[in-house]
């Protein structure tokens, strides 16, 4: 075969760079052309976009983000301890919009009677945190309108702000809030409420008898069908009825009053517990205290508190019982010595340490002048509904029983119950950190409407008049709370004409504490109950001929009686503790001699 001549091979060899060269600068082409495409598109989405947004911020609907911070879910030490004795222990996160609510007129009235004058009221409502140190004031915004003015030697507090009316697009946002929240939380069902004196803790049992018994929950009871668990004594694990350290029962909640332990208490309940409580302002807590509790030796003497508050250290004796109702009586329920005078050296070290502790065991604590925001804090954080958390007042007294102080009264009680006076500064201002963390403004707003709406409707359903009555208006002698002191307690006449379903939620909101208790107990433990209930069938006669001044004082034996048998208990397991060890230690002594 004949070879092609040199020229055409030469030729072949340029034709087919040309064509590769073509080739890979058409590719090249169509990729710009792809990518101008691309360019094009997402400016035109990138306008779009723009566009839309300008839109939504001239009709007042900007985009919505939901966030969850975790680290707000659970108090730390580190993210919410503060030293209530630094100059800036009371700084908090900036830019919070003020609250004022029903509640808060009712609490700033209540202190303005107790001080007798507008300069010396010191209302603790929420609000802008005004810090002072050396002369000069920083607006640090809490979420209200407390004024603080912070010093070594004192902490005061006052209020001048007022709640911004909620707007209906503001009922949407929370609103969406609401229902983002539902989907992301889970009904908490182990709780422990350490339930403090006179600070509207009869009313939250209620919540929790009636929310674990419509769920079929255990309640830690007490031993031996008592409405306390062995308070004053510190709380311990076999003061529960049906508590074995052998046996491992559950337990769901945990309410009755008891001095707390969190070693002991942690033996009867489970590891994911929720455990929360409740403070209330020293000077109107003292008031009712002195009220109610006039009987005990401290306040039996004198004839007003302003006179036992002059002579309290002549009256007050801390070895007698019953008498740590008078002194710090917040920070003996929690578990610190009471014995705290204003003018000790380590005041505040010891206020430091009791918050600190405080603040490691509980999740969350209320603010009984701020009640219903505390219920709304309270569903969130459990994760419960309205429903759930709505109530009446129990246990609370007339009118007619509750004294006006005189102007120099409250500073008396502050610096006669200074330890208390600081815990409650302290959590009254990590109560609104909680609210704007935990529920947000608007929510909040929202739902103290739909709360007051609910209760309101409830009592037009249950109560007969609408409203609490007096003892001797109560028809259902069931119904009557238990009388103590020189307090007139209120309870409440249910509606007739309802049918029985309403007529069984009705009665479960307003049945008393002790009623409430007995009928919890007979539904766990039906043979010991019935056992009790044959006891209490051979002293009923005595008890239908006896006046309200000889019940009160067999309430005051019984219960000395069972303190006795705990005493007994106590010094029984300690002096066998020390009988073991003094018999361990003769038996090494025994052993060292015969090997010597």
């Known amino acids: 075969m004949l070879s092609p001549p040199m020229r055409w091979i030469r030729d072949h060899s340029l034709n087919s760079v040309t064509s590769c060269v073509r080739r890979g600068?058409?590719?090249?082409?169509?990729?710009?052309?792809?990518?101008?495409?691309?360019?094009?598109?997402?400016?035109?989405?990138?306008?779009?976009?723009?566009?839309?947004?300008?839109?939504?911020?001239?009709?007042?609907?900007?985009?919505?983000?939901?966030?969850?911070?975790?680290?707000?879910?659970?108090?730390?030490?580190?993210?919410?301890?503060?030293?209530?004795?630094?100059?800036?222990?009371?700084?908090?996160?900036?830019?919070?919009?003020?609250?004022?609510?029903?509640?808060?007129?009712?609490?700033?009235?209540?202190?303005?009677?107790?001080?007798?004058?507008?300069?010396?009221?010191?209302?603790?409502?929420?609000?802008?945190?005004?810090?002072?140190?050396?002369?000069?004031?920083?607006?640090?915004?809490?979420?209200?309108?407390?004024?603080?003015?912070?010093?070594?030697?004192?902490?005061?507090?006052?209020?001048?702000?007022?709640?911004?009316?909620?707007?209906?697009?503001?009922?949407?946002?929370?609103?969406?809030?609401?229902?983002?929240?539902?989907?992301?939380?889970?009904?908490?069902?182990?709780?422990?409420?350490?339930?403090?004196?006179?600070?509207?803790?009869?009313?939250?049992?209620?919540?929790?008898?009636?929310?674990?018994?419509?769920?079929?929950?255990?309640?830690?009871?007490?031993?031996?069908?008592?409405?306390?668990?062995?308070?004053?004594?510190?709380?311990?694990?076999?003061?529960?009825?049906?508590?074995?350290?052998?046996?491992?029962?559950?337990?769901?909640?945990?309410?009755?009053?008891?001095?707390?332990?969190?070693?002991?208490?942690?033996?009867?309940?489970?590891?994911?517990?929720?455990?929360?409580?409740?403070?209330?302002?020293?000077?109107?807590?003292?008031?009712?205290?002195?009220?109610?509790?006039?009987?005990?030796?401290?306040?039996?003497?004198?004839?007003?508190?302003?006179?036992?508050?002059?002579?309290?250290?002549?009256?007050?004796?801390?070895?007698?019982?019953?008498?740590?109702?008078?002194?710090?009586?917040?920070?003996?329920?929690?578990?610190?010595?009471?014995?705290?005078?204003?003018?000790?050296?380590?005041?505040?070290?010891?206020?430091?340490?009791?918050?600190?502790?405080?603040?490691?065991?509980?999740?969350l604590i209320l603010i009984s002048e701020y009640f219903d925001e505390s219920m709304i804090l309270l569903k969130h954080a459990l994760c419960w509904t309205l429903e759930d958390v709505v109530s009446f007042k129990l246990n609370s007294r007339s009118e007619q029983t509750r004294h006006t102080l005189l102007p120099n009264t409250a500073e008396k009680i502050k610096r006669w119950n200074a330890l208390d006076w600081r815990i409650y500064l302290h959590f009254n201002t990590t109560f609104w950190h909680k609210v704007d963390s935990l529920v947000g403004q608007e929510q909040m707003k929202m739902e103290l409407c739909q709360l007051r709406e609910l209760r309101a409707k409830l009592a037009n359903t249950c109560l007969k008049d609408g409203r609490a009555v007096d003892p001797s208006q109560i028809k259902d002698a069931g119904l009557k709370p238990f009388q103590y002191g020189a307090a007139v307690i209120q309870g409440y006449n249910l509606n007739t004409h309802i049918d029985i379903q309403s007529e069984r939620k009705c009665l479960r909101l307003i049945i008393p504490e002790l009623q409430y208790t007995d009928r919890l107990y007979t539904q766990q433990f039906p043979k010991l109950a019935d056992k009790h209930r044959q006891a209490a069938r051979m002293v009923a006669p005595q008890h239908q001929r006896l006046g309200r001044t000889d019940v009160m004082g067999m309430a005051w034996a019984k219960e000395t009686h069972h303190r006795q048998i705990i005493s007994r208990k106590f010094s029984h397991l300690k002096n066998k503790k020390l009988s073991t060890s003094a018999l361990l230690t003769h038996t090494e002594a025994k052993n060292k001699s015969s090997a010597a």
């Open 25 to 363: 600068m058409c590719i090249r082409r169509h990729s710009l052309w792809i990518l101008l495409i691309l360019l094009v598109v997402c400016i035109a989405i990138q306008s779009f976009v723009a566009r839309e947004a300008r839109s939504d911020k001239l009709i007042g609907l900007p985009h919505l983000r939901f966030t969850v911070n975790k680290q707000h879910l659970f108090p730390t030490l580190q993210n919410v301890w503060e030293d209530p004795h630094s100059e800036f222990s009371l700084a908090v996160k900036p830019d919070v919009k003020p609250f004022q609510t029903e509640r808060t007129k009712h609490v700033d009235k209540t202190v303005s009677h107790a001080t007798g004058s507008q300069t010396e009221s010191r209302k603790l409502s929420p609000g802008q945190l005004l810090l002072q140190k050396n002369g000069i004031k920083l607006n640090l915004g809490l979420p209200g309108s407390v004024v603080l003015h912070s010093t070594r030697k004192g902490l005061t507090a006052s209020t001048d702000k007022k709640l911004n009316t909620p707007t209906p697009y503001s009922f949407l946002m929370a609103h969406i809030n609401t229902v983002h929240a539902k989907a992301s939380c889970h009904p908490k069902s182990h709780i422990v409420f350490l339930k403090t004196h006179k600070t509207a803790s009869s009313t939250i049992l209620n919540i929790l008898y009636r929310y674990g018994e419509s769920r079929n929950l255990t309640f830690a009871l007490p031993l031996n069908k008592q409405s306390q668990l062995f308070y004053p004594f510190f709380f311990a694990s076999h003061f529960v009825e049906g508590f074995s350290s052998r046996r491992g029962r559950e337990f769901h909640i945990m309410c009755n009053h008891m001095r707390f332990r969190k070693s002991e208490v942690a033996k009867v309940m489970p590891e994911d517990t929720f455990y929360f409580s409740i403070l209330r302002h020293p000077v109107a807590m003292m008031e009712s205290i002195f009220i109610y509790y006039k009987s005990i030796p401290a306040f039996h003497k004198s004839h007003s508190l302003d006179n036992f508050l002059d002579n309290s250290w002549r009256n007050y004796n801390s070895s007698v019982m019953n008498n740590q109702y008078a002194h710090n009586i917040m920070a003996f329920d929690f578990g610190f010595d009471n014995n705290v005078a204003a003018d000790t050296e380590d005041l505040e070290e010891r206020a430091s340490m009791a918050i600190a502790a405080i603040q490691r065991d509980f999740h």
